[in-house]
């Protein structure tokens, strides 16, 4: 059974520091990842999707990898702001599971 | 483009009780996915249509969960009867391709609140 890890599982950073998210899965046999995030009460918000021929991807400040030979994935983000405090999942999807597999998430604060 | 719609927002009901949740998914998208997220953990599925038909259910407590999907579009999760530890948020996802491919959106979700 697939299981998600994400460390940390809370982090408050000054604003305008770089900061690292990080995902790891049990089985490595990942294709397709996806990083989310998720304002209180709110749904989740699609921020990067890493497919199968791909090893990162990028928006704004925003850089997402994937080692497959691991099964580890990475958020980075870049010139933290206060708006950026949410909380990050990172979710993908097995080779023989068709099911996306979520993790438990990094509840970010940005202190101004 | 209009996103994953859910209604209702909020839903407070009493144990024993029933409740159903209504989700319209961004237009054309084939698959739909229902998603349990009790307070302080990631999302779980419950269960995943592709257009109109089941493709998975396993972690569908099927004694009181149904769900169905209308004409390959709208979707209803029902629960009945509640107990306290459904008490969480239910989101509804869709996404344009097939399994394992493409990119999930997902709804505001459904907060379940059961006393």
């Known amino acids: 059974k697939q299981e998600v890890t994400q460390i940390p599982a809370a982090l408050s950073v000054p604003e305008g520091e770089n900061l690292v998210l990080n995902c790891s899965f049990t089985d490595s046999a990942i294709y397709n990842l996806q990083w989310f995030r998720q304002d209180p009460g709110k749904g989740l918000t699609s921020l990067l999707l890493i497919q199968s021929s791909q090893r990162e991807q990028t928006s704004g400040r925003l850089n997402a990898s994937l080692d497959k030979s691991s099964g580890r994935s990475t958020l980075y983000i870049a010139a933290s702001q206060p708006g950026d405090s949410a909380t990050y999942l990172c979710?993908?999807?097995?080779?023989?599971?068709?099911?996306?597999?979520f993790g438990t998430g990094t509840r970010l604060t940005i202190i101004p | 483009e209009a996103g994953v719609a859910q209604s209702p927002r909020y839903k407070i009901i009493e144990k024993r009780q029933s409740v159903a949740f209504w989700c319209n998914p961004i237009s054309g998208h084939a698959t739909l996915y229902w998603y349990q997220q009790i307070l302080g953990q990631g999302p779980k599925l419950l269960i995943q249509f592709q257009n109109n038909g089941v493709v998975d259910d396993s972690q569908l407590p099927k004694d009181r969960f149904s769900a169905e999907r209308l004409k390959g579009v709208d979707s209803t999760l029902k629960i009945q009867p509640a107990k306290l530890e459904d008490s969480a948020v239910y989101l509804c996802a869709s996404s344009l391709q097939g399994l394992g491919t493409g990119e999930l959106f997902f709804g505001e979700g459904s907060r379940l609140t059961v006393l």
């Open positions: 979710a993908g999807w097995t080779v023989g599971n068709e099911k996306l597999t």
